[in-house]
T-cell receptor, first 115, second 115 residues
Framework: ETGVTQSPTHLIKTRGQQVTLRCSSQSGHNTVSWYQQALGQGPQFIFQYYREEENGRGNFPPRFSGLQFPNYSSELNVNALELDDSALYLC??????????????FGPGTRLLVL | AQTVTQSQPEMSVQEAETVTLSCTYDTSENNYYLFWYKQPPSRQMILVIRQEAYKQQNATENRFSVNFQKAAKSFSLKISDSQLGDTAMYFCAFMGAGANSKLTFGKGITLSVRP
């Protein structure tokens, strides 16, 4: 069984640029969540995708956007990068199952540095 | 909104000893899920243990066990027979039972296991 994968592992951008991060969900998982983890902090929820639709969003501005594809892989796009966007971006996949909430399994993350 | 508090930023334990990591949370929900995740220096977030709020029995996974006190909104993690590989950041996380299954994390605690 393949786990959650993310690409790229590291990325350096300059302020004002745009970036796209990618995530492949674990086999059998159709829900993908994205988190931002600043250095020394806990992850913060950005948004979640389920069956190609956004299914909840955290307190992040509209320049953070996403997509989910029919194979359940996902992209996180960030426009007009700011210095504070420098962080580890984590993707997690899970299977929704009725009323029960499935565990989220995380990828290794993408480290973004904005200069 | 839910909050998760981990008030101890760092802890240290001797190899083979037992250590307890504390976590408190605040929620108005009656049904929810609690997790402990481990993030080693290599940064991949790994699930340690999961607890469903409706279950009175504390979850255990080999050397890891929790003390779940629902009335006190407390969820501590006990690591028995600590090993060098347990050195990592540990995050306590909350998930509600609503349609949007996002995780709310605490700030984490850095655990160092001394040889």
């Amino acid at each position: 069984e393949t786990g959650v994968t993310q690409s790229p592992t590291h990325l350096i951008k300059t302020r004002g640029q745009q970036v796209t991060l990618r995530c492949s969900s674990q086999s059998g998982h159709n829900t993908v969540s994205w988190y931002q983890q600043a250095l020394g902090q806990g992850p913060q929820f950005i948004f979640q995708y389920y069956r190609e639709e956004e299914n909840g969003r955290g307190n992040f501005p509209p320049r953070f956007s996403g997509l989910q594809f029919p194979n359940y892989s996902s992209e996180l796009n960030v426009n007009a990068l700011e210095l504070d966007d420098s962080a580890l971006y984590l993707c997690a996949s899970s299977r929704p199952s009725g009323r029960a909430r499935e565990t989220q399994y995380f990828g290794p993350g993408t480290r973004l540095l904005v200069l | 909104a839910q909050t998760v508090t981990q008030s101890q930023p760092e802890m240290s334990v001797q190899e083979a000893e037992t250590v307890t990591l504390s976590c408190t949370y605040d929620t108005s929900e009656n049904n929810y899920y609690l997790f402990w995740y481990k993030q080693p220096p290599s940064r991949q977030m790994i699930l340690v243990i999961r607890q469903e709020a409706y279950k009175q029995q504390n979850a255990t996974e080999n050397r890891f066990s929790v003390n779940f006190q629902k009335a006190a909104k407390s969820f501590s993690l006990k690591i028995s027979d600590s090993q060098l590989g347990d050195t990592a950041m540990y995050f306590c996380a909350f998930m509600g039972a609503g349609a949007n299954s996002k995780l709310t994390f605490g700030k984490g605690i850095t655990l160092s296991v001394r040889p």
